[in-house]
C-alpha cells in the first residue's frame, strides 16, 4: 500500500508478484484496487483481479472498482473489470446505491455510457431519488452522453415526464440554458417541443421560458421543430417582450403571434405593447404597434400601455403613445386617470400636460403649482374630500411644502384635524418631513397638538420618533404635553424616542436627554405595551440610555396594575402584559445589559418570573428577536448567563394555540446553534430522570419570514403570522401574541393566519472537486464514503444558470 500511494509502481510489481506467488489472498485491501482502477497501472490491476477475481467489492470505506474506472474514464481498466465479472447492474451504498450508467451520464463519460449498455446495463434504470441517466445528461449539459444513451434506446418520455416531486420536465428545463445541443439532440429524437411546467408558474412552456430568457437560437430550434408560437395561457410573445430581445420578437411576429395577446395571473397583467412601455423599450413598443397593437388595449382595472409607461417613469414611450392617441383620460383602478398616475413623475407629467390633459377632470395632487391651485380653487369645490389611501389634499403636500399653496388651502377653509387611513393628521406629516415652517404655521393655526391618533400617538409622539430634536423644542415650546400617554402602542413620547429606529441614535439619545432633564418628563410613567421608557430602552439594546434612565430614577421595583409588590413577585417591574425588564434585556440580545438589570435587582429578584403566557426570561432567551439590529441567532452567553444564576430549564410557557415549550423546544424551533442545544439539553437532565418524554422537547425549525415582524412584541416572525387584513399597513402578531390581537387591536376583526409552521426538510448536497485535480484516490474514496458525489441543483430542478451564451 506504501508503495502503491507513493507511486512507486516498480516496487508494487514486485511485491504484487511475490505476494500472488506465496500466500493466499482472499482479499486485498480496498485502497490498493481502487487507486489500481482508478489510476493503474492496469498490469498490476489484472494481477490482482486473476488473484481473486473479486471485481464487486462492497468495501465501507472505499470506492467500488467499476466506479473509479468510470470517473477516471479509464477504458483499459474497465474492460479488465468487466473481462473479470464486474456487474454493471449493481449498486453500491457508498454512492447512494446509484447505477452506474447515471454516474458516466452526469459526467460526460461517452465511452463509458457505450460500454455500459454493451455490457449489459439498462439506460433507462433510475436511482432512489427518481432520476434517470437522461435526466442527469441534461440537466448538467453532457450533449454526448444523451446522444449515446438515446442512440442505445433510451425512452424519451424521461425528457418530458417530471422526475417526482418535481413540476419541471428535462426538455423545459433545457429551454432556460445555453445547452443548446442538448436541445437540439432531445428534440430531434421527438422529445415535445410543447411540454409544460406541471404547476401554475409562468413562464411555463419550452418556448416562453427559451423567450423570457432570450436565447434566439433556442426559440428558433422550438419553433422548427413544431412549438407552439401562440398560447391563451402563456404566449411566448409577452416573454420575449420582457428579454428586449427584438430578433426573438419579430421571430415570433412572423411565425403569426398575436400582438395583442393578454396574460394575467395573481399580480401580473399585460399585454406585449404594455411590456414594452413598462420596461422602456420604445423600439419594441414602435415595432408593436406597426404591427397592428392596440394602443389602448387595456388589462386588469382599466390600466392601459400609458398607465405602465407612466408608472416606469418613462416619459419618451408616453410621448410616443399619446402622440399615437392614447386616450389620457382612461380611469385605472376605478380611480385614477393617467394625469394622477404622475404624482412624482414630473417629466411625464409635463408630457401629459403640454398634450392637452384635462386639469380640471383629473386634479394633479403634489405638484406643488400655487398657480395650478389657484385655478382649482376657482371652482366650487370640497377641499376635505379625500382619496382611497385617506389623504386630503393638505395631506398631498409635499416635502417641504409651499406655504403659500398651505395658506391658500388652510383660508379656504381646509381641515387640519382629518387624518388619513393610517391615522396620520397634516401635521404628523410634517412633523416626519421635518418641515419647521409648515408644522410652525399650523400650531400657529391652532391645531390640537395634543390630539392622540389610534396608531401614531400625538404630535410630540411623531416627533420624538424621529430624534430631531429641534422639532422636539419646538412642539414642547408650543404646548405639546410631554407626558402624555399614547392608549396603545407606545406610551409616553420618551418611551417612543427609546423605542424608535427613526433619525440616528445620537438624536434620539438627545430626544430623551432633553425630555428628562429640561422639561421634566417622568421616567417611570407607564403606559402602551411596553410598559416603561426603561423597558423601551432595554428591548432597544441602547445600554447609555438605560444607564441614564436608572441615573435619573427609573424604578426597576414599582408595582404593576394588579398591585402585586416586590415580596410575592420577586422583578415587580411589569408591564400590562407581564414583561419585566430582564424580559427585554434578554430580547436584545446585549449580554451587558441582561448584566446591568440582574446587577440592579441582585437579592431581591425572581429570576424564573413569568410574564401572562407563562415565558419566563429564559424562554425569551431561547427565541431570538432578530430585528432593529439584534442577534438572529439564540446566543449561546445570555442562555448560559441565566442557567448559572438559576434559571428554570424546565419551565413552560404557552402560545396562542395552547402550545407548551420548553427552553429547548423553543431553541430547536428557532434554529439555535448546537452548543446551545447541548447546553440546554445538559440542564434539563433532571426533568428526564423524572420520567420526562424527550419527545416533547423536539421541533423542527420554524419558517423564518423575512420581512414581518410582530407589530406587539417587535420580535421577527417564524411560522404562523396573524394579520389584519383591514390595517394598511397589515399589522401583525407572532405565535405568542396572537392571543391578544382582539384586545391589543380592537379597532378592526378581520384577521387572517398566514404562512407556514415549519421548514422543509430536504437533503443537500455538496459541490465535489473533480477527480482530475488531484492524483490521489482518497479524492474519490473521500467523497463517496459520505455518498456525495452529485452536484446537480435538486432545488432548481435541473436549472443551471448558464453564462448566456448558447454551446
Request: glycine share 8%; with cysteine.
Given at each position: 500500500m506504501a508503495a502503491a500511494r507513493s507511486g512507486e509502481f516498480g516496487i508494487l510489481d514486485v511485491l504484487l508478484k511475490y505476494a500472488t506467488e506465496n500466500f493466499s489472498i482472499v482479499q486485498w485491501p480496498g485502497f490498493l484496487t481502487s487507486r489500481l482502477a482508478y489510476l493503474g497501472p492496469i498490469d498490476q490491476l489484472k494481477t490482482i483481479l486473476q488473484a481473486t477475481g473479486d471485481t464487486n467489492s462492497m468495501d465501507a470505506d472505499y470506492s467500488p472498482l467499476l466506479y473509479c474506472a468510470i470517473m477516471r474514464n479509464n477504458t483499459t481498466a474497465f474492460g479488465a473489470l468487466i473481462g473479470h465479472g464486474a456487474d454493471p447492474v449493481v449498486t453500491n451504498s457508498n454512492w447512494k446505491n446509484t447505477p452506474a450508467i447515471l454516474v458516466a451520464a452526469k459526467h460526460g463519460r461517452v465511452d463509458m455510457v457505450k460500454r455500459l449498455t454493451e455490457a449489459g446495463a439498462s439506460v433507462d434504470v433510475y436511482d432512489n431519488r427518481g432520476r434517470c441517466a437522461l435526466w442527469l445528461a441534461v440537466?448538467?449539459?453532457?450533449?454526448?452522453?444523451?446522444?449515446a444513451l438515446l442512440e442505445a434506446g433510451a425512452d424519451k418520455r424521461a425528457l418530458e415526464v417530471p422526475r417526482e416531486g418535481s413540476a419541471r420536465p428535462p426538455i423545459v428545463s433545457l429551454a432556460s440554458v445555453p445547452f443548446l445541443k442538448c436541445l437540439k439532440l432531445a428534440l430531434e429524437f421527438g422529445a415535445d417541443p410543447n411540454c409544460k411546467l406541471l404547476n401554475e408558474e409562468h413562464p411555463s412552456s419550452a418556448l416562453s421560458i427559451a423567450a423570457r430568457w432570450g436565447l434566439h437560437d433556442s426559440c428558433r430550434v422550438l419553433l422548427e421543430a413544431g412549438a407552439h408560437h401562440d398560447a391563451d395561457d402563456d404566449p411566448p410573445l409577452i416573454h420575449a417582450v420582457n428579454s428586449g430581445k427584438r430578433e426573438i420578437v419579430e421571430m415570433l411576429l412572423e411565425k403569426g403571434a398575436r400582438v395583442d395577446a393578454k396574460l394575467e395571473y395573481d399580480d401580473f397583467h399585460a399585454t406585449p405593447l404594455i411590456i414594452a412601455a413598462q420596461r422602456d423599450y420604445q423600439d419594441l413598443a414602435k415595432l408593436l404597434i406597426d404591427r397592428g397593437a392596440g394602443v389602448d388595449t387595456d388589462v386588469w382595472e382599466g390600466n392601459t400601455a400609458l398607465h405602465y409607461a407612466i408608472g416606469g417613469d418613462n416619459p419618451e414611450v408616453v410621448k410616443f403613445l399619446v402622440d399615437?392617441?392614447?386616450?389620457?383620460?382612461?380611469?385605472?383602478?376605478?380611480?385614477?386617470?393617467?394625469?394622477?398616475?404622475?404624482?412624482?413623475?414630473?417629466?411625464?407629467?409635463?408630457?401629459?400636460?403640454?398634450?392637452?390633459?384635462?386639469?380640471?377632470?383629473?386634479?394633479?395632487?403634489?405638484?406643488?403649482?400655487?398657480?395650478?391651485?389657484?385655478?382649482?380653487?376657482?371652482?366650487?369645490?370640497?377641499?376635505?374630500t379625500n382619496d382611497v389611501l385617506g389623504y386630503t389634499a393638505l395631506h398631498c403636500l409635499p416635502s417641504p411644502a409651499r406655504l403659500s399653496i398651505a395658506k391658500l388651502l388652510v383660508n379656504r377653509g381646509a381641515s387640519l384635524e382629518l387624518r388619513n387611513n393610517a391615522g396620520k393628521s397634516v401635521l404628523d406629516l410634517a412633523i416626519m418631513s421635518k418641515d419647521v415652517p409648515l408644522v410652525d404655521f399650523l400650531l400657529d393655526k391652532k391645531v390640537d397638538i395634543n390630539a392622540a391618533a389610534s396608531s401614531s400617538g400625538a404630535a410630540l409622539h411623531v416627533g420624538a420618533a424621529t430624534g430631531d430634536i429641534g422639532m422636539v423644542k419646538l412642539l414642547v415650546r408650543k404646548g405639546a404635553d410631554v407626558n402624555l400617554a399614547h392608549p396603545w402602542m407606545y406610551g409616553t413620547a420618551l418611551q417612543k424616542a427609546c423605542m424608535s429606529r427613526t433619525g440616528t441614535a445620537e438624536g434620539r439619545d438627545a430626544v430623551a436627554r432633553f425630555l428628562v432633564d429640561e422639561v421634566d418628563a417622568d421616567v417611570n410613567a407607564h403606559g402602551g405595551v411596553h410598559g416603561s421608557a426603561l423597558d423601551a430602552a432595554l428591548l432597544n439594546g441602547t445600554v447609555e440610555v438605560a444607564k441614564f434612565l436608572i441615573e435619573k430614577g427609573a424604578d426597576v421595583g414599582w408595582k404593576d396594575t394588579w398591585d402585586i409588590d416586590d415580596d410575592s413577585l420577586g422583578i415587580a417591574t411589569k408591564t400590562n402584559l407581564g414583561h419585566t425588564p430582564l424580559h427585554f434585556a434578554v430580547a436584545s440580545g446585549s449580554t451587558d445589559l441582561v448584566e446591568l438589570v440582574l446587577s440592579r435587582t441582585?437579592?431581591?429578584?425572581?429570576?424564573?418570573?413569568?410574564?401572562?403566557?407563562?415565558?419566563?426570561?429564559?424562554?425569551?432567551?431561547?427565541?431570538?428577536?432578530?430585528?432593529?439590529?439584534?442577534?438572529?441567532?439564540?446566543?449561546?452567553?445570555?442562555?448560559?448567563?441565566?442557567?448559572?444564576?438559576?434559571?428554570?430549564?424546565?419551565?413552560?410557557?404557552?402560545?396562542?394555540?395552547?402550545?407548551?415549550?420548553?427552553?429547548?423546544?423553543?431553541?430547536?424551533?428557532?434554529?439555535?446553534?448546537?452548543?446551545?442545544?447541548?447546553?440546554?439539553?445538559?440542564?434539563?437532565?433532571?426533568?428526564?430522570?423524572?420520567?420526562?418524554?424527550?419527545?416533547?422537547?423536539?421541533?423542527?425549525?420554524?419558517?423564518?419570514?423575512?420581512?414581518?415582524?410582530?407589530?406587539?412584541?417587535?420580535?421577527?416572525?417564524?411560522?404562523?403570522?396573524?394579520?389584519?387584513?383591514?390595517?394598511?399597513?397589515?399589522?401583525?402578531?407572532?405565535?405568542?401574541?396572537?392571543?391578544?390581537?382582539?384586545?391589543?387591536?380592537?379597532?378592526?376583526?378581520?384577521?387572517?393566519?398566514?404562512?407556514?409552521?415549519?421548514?422543509?426538510?430536504?437533503?443537500?448536497?455538496?459541490?465535489?472537486?473533480?477527480?482530475?485535480?488531484?492524483?490521489?484516490?482518497?479524492?474519490?474514496?473521500?467523497?463517496?464514503?459520505?455518498?456525495?458525489?452529485?452536484?446537480?441543483?435538486?432545488?432548481?430542478?435541473?436549472?443551471?444558470?448558464?453564462?448566456?451564451?448558447?454551446?
Open positions: 440537466v448538467t449539459g453532457q450533449h454526448l452522453a444523451l446522444k399615437l392617441g392614447a386616450n389620457t383620460g382612461q380611469i385605472q383602478s376605478g380611480e385614477w386617470s393617467a394625469l394622477q398616475k404622475c404624482y412624482a413623475k414630473v417629466d411625464c407629467m409635463k408630457v401629459l400636460l403640454e398634450a392637452g390633459a384635462d386639469l380640471n377632470w383629473a386634479e394633479p395632487d403634489a405638484n406643488n403649482s400655487e398657480g395650478c391651485t389657484r385655478a382649482l380653487l376657482e371652482y366650487d369645490m370640497d377641499l376635505d441582585r437579592g431581591k429578584t425572581s429570576i424564573n418570573e413569568p410574564d401572562e403566557d407563562g415565558w419566563t426570561p429564559l424562554l425569551w432567551a431561547c427565541r431570538p428577536c432578530d430585528k432593529w439590529g439584534t442577534p438572529g441567532q439564540v446566543k449561546h452567553s445570555i442562555v448560559k448567563l441565566l442557567l448559572d444564576r438559576g434559571a428554570d430549564p424546565l419551565v413552560r410557557g404557552q402560545t396562542w394555540d395552547d402550545k407548551q415549550w420548553s427552553p429547548l423546544k423553543m431553541a430547536r424551533y428557532h434554529g439555535a446553534t448546537e452548543e446551545v442545544v447541548h447546553l440546554l439539553k445538559k440542564a434539563s437532565r433532571y426533568g428526564r430522570e423524572k420520567g420526562e418524554k424527550e419527545e416533547f422537547h423536539a421541533s423542527k425549525k420554524g419558517v423564518r419570514r423575512l420581512v414581518a415582524y410582530c407589530d406587539m412584541c417587535l420580535f421577527g416572525i417564524r411560522g404562523l403570522v396573524n394579520v389584519c387584513m383591514s390595517c394598511d399597513n397589515k399589522l401583525a402578531f407572532c405565535f405568542k401574541s396572537s392571543r391578544l390581537k382582539e384586545e391589543l387591536h380592537p379597532y378592526h376583526n378581520n384577521w387572517e393566519l398566514q404562512g407556514t409552521e415549519f421548514e422543509e426538510t430536504e437533503e443537500t448536497e455538496e459541490e465535489r472537486e473533480s477527480p482530475e485535480s488531484s492524483p490521489e484516490i482518497e479524492q474519490v474514496q473521500d467523497d463517496d464514503a459520505e455518498g456525495d458525489w452529485s452536484n446537480d441543483e435538486d432545488d432548481t430542478d435541473g436549472v443551471i444558470n448558464g453564462d448566456g451564451k448558447q454551446d
